[in-house]
């Protein structure tokens, strides 16, 4: 089966950088995504890397490293609207590849 | 934002009782998904749907089933809760599985007492 490990809680204050780990054990992995969910609200989509590096959208960069089973997610220029957990989930061959399995989520706390 | 809407957004029921969830796109995505997600649990998959009438099970599917005959609609049901069913479901959806991005709905509360 599939599992994933990330922090439960991260606290970082405003302005600065900040990395959320993820390291992963899966069967034929195909991706890693990541999601952000403030509290009481839906999940959103912020980044998926199939292939190892770095992707970037604007403040928000994702790293994967398919041999080392780890990513991470960077956060820059952290603001007070970044307080939300973070999700990185996995796709795999499990199901053909349709559904996604999702870590237990990373608390971000941004601080003044 | 995508158009997905789920209800009812919060329902109490009691233990032993049928409840129906519904969720409606009308993005015409062809996969749905249920998930439930529970504090220290994260996100956990229910059942999917890849089509109408074309589903399958989750990590978390005992005491749940669901229905699709419509491409817009994906119901599921607690055919008779219990108390370990009490959870925030949200539904998601995707155009198809290579893209991986899914689209949450707005989160249904449920609570069995």
């Known amino acids: 089966g599939q599992s994933l490990e990330q922090p439960s809680e991260v606290t970082a204050v405003e302005g600065a950088i900040v990395q959320i780990n993820c390291t992963y054990q899966?069967?034929?992995?195909?991706?890693l995504s990541w999601y952000q969910q403030h509290d009481g609200g839906a999940p959103t989509f912020l980044s998926y890397?199939?292939?190892?590096g770095l992707e970037e959208t604007g403040r928000f960069s994702s790293f994967l490293s398919r041999s080392d089973s780890y990513g991470y997610l960077l956060l820059q220029e952290l603001q007070m609207k970044d307080s939300a957990s973070y999700f990185c989930?996995?796709?795999?061959?499990?199901?053909?590849?349709?559904?996604?399995?999702f870590g237990t989520g990373t608390q971000l706390k941004v601080e003044l | 934002d995508a158009g997905i809407t789920q209800s009812p957004r919060h329902k109490v029921t009691e233990t032993g009782t049928p409840v129906t969830l519904r969720c409606h796109q009308t993005?015409?995505?062809?996969?749905m998904y249920w998930y439930r997600q529970d504090p220290g649990h994260g996100l956990r998959l229910i059942h999917y749907?890849?089509?109408?009438?074309?589903?399958d099970k989750g990590e978390v599917s005992d005491g749940y089933s669901v229905s699709r005959s419509k491409t817009e609609d994906f119901l599921l049901t607690l055919e008779s809760a219990t108390s370990s069913q009490t959870s925030v479901y949200f539904c998601?959806?995707?155009?198809?599985?290579?893209?991986?991005?899914?689209?949450f709905g707005p989160g249904t509360r449920l609570t069995v007492l």
């Open positions: 998601a959806i995707s155009r198809d599985s290579g893209t991986d991005t899914q689209y």
């Open positions: 899966t069967s034929g992995f195909y991706g």
């Open positions: 749907s890849y089509g109408v009438k074309d589903t």
């Open positions: 890397n199939a292939l190892d």
């Open positions: 993005e015409n995505h062809r996969y």
């Open positions: 989930a996995v796709r795999d061959r499990t199901g053909g590849g349709n559904k996604l399995t």
